[in-house]
């Protein structure tokens, strides 16, 4: 029973991720009694649950930004949206931004929202038009800002097309943020750190001439989401129950400055056969950390 319930739980936090509907009047709205309604029509959630969810996805703050910001997307829904929070960010090291080239930003993922979506505002701001960041295919439901998410399925296996707009993307002449962990951050012997890093993205840096820049954000959330993902683990839970927590931890930032460090361009031809892309992804997030 308790599993079945974790399980149903770990499905309410992904369905948080796709809750943002259009209504008639083209206005986003989050409804959480609905989803849970749509997501299991035959089973009777009772009302303290129904409120528990509604409280920690923040479904009224959410719907009153929604509903005050009908019109704006990428850059501008981005801004609205710190301001909203009163969330603001600065810059360290812009002069280390290359003027050209096909660029693959690798950065750690402190947070698991927000730092992506105020590094993909700091960066469009220089790159206008030009930067894609890679996110949980769930969230293209986000309208407002499909124009700049690369869809990643981490729900189902990926399909012959989009294999294929991954190479589109890559030929393309975008930016592409990328969060090489998969994952946001977890505490690991009392530090809060990425996991592993994936290879994905020195390979794809080597196959189309794409230099890495390195991104190290200042961040952390908080010691309930930290100890709730350490029970999980120890429990032998699966399910990533922390993650329908993401949206709570977004508005304890609520007022908070962020410092984001830009590191020196390591050009592409760096990644040769001394190591192996694993440790070359290694490598970097070495080099991201030692940024802090």
Known sequence: MLIFSLYFLY???????????????????????QVLKNKAPKTKVPTFIVNYLRRIAHEDEFNIFFQANPTLKNLEFIEAGLKYL??????????????????IFASNHPLGGLDGVATGYVLGKVYVGKV???????????????????????TGAQGK???????????????LLTYP????????NGQITDLVWQKNFISKSIQYQRDVVPIYFEGRNSNFFYNLARLRKFLGIKFNIEMMYLADEMFKQKGKHFRI?????????????????????EW?????YKMA
């Not at 960041?133 to 998410?149: A, E, I, K, V």
């Not at 190591?275 to 992804?281: Q, S």
């Not at 970097?284 to 991201?288: A, F, G, L, R, Y």
Request: proline fraction near 5%; hydrophobic fraction near 40%.
């Open 284 to 288: 970097v997030k070495e080099i991201v």
């Open 86 to 103: 009163g969330v603001t960010v600065d810059i360290k090291g812009e002069e280390n931004l290359p003027k050209d080239g096909r660029l």
């Open 261 to 281: 460090r830009i590191g020196k361009p390591i050009p592409w031809q760096t990644f040769d056969k001394t190591k192996n892309h694993h440790k070359w992804a």
């Open 161 to 175: 097309g989009h294999a294929e707009m991954m190479q589109q993307l890559y030929e393309s002449d975008s930016h």
């Open 11 to 33: 499905i309410c936090a992904l369905s948080f991720l796709i809750l943002p509907k259009m209504t008639q009047d083209k206005v986003i709205k989050m409804d959480i009694a």
């Open 132 to 154: 894609r960041f890679f996110s949980n295919d769930l969230m293209m439901n986000l309208h407002p800002m499909r124009d700049m998410f690369v869809p990643v399925n981490k």
């Open 181 to 188: 962990a998969g994952v946001c951050s977890r505490k690991v």
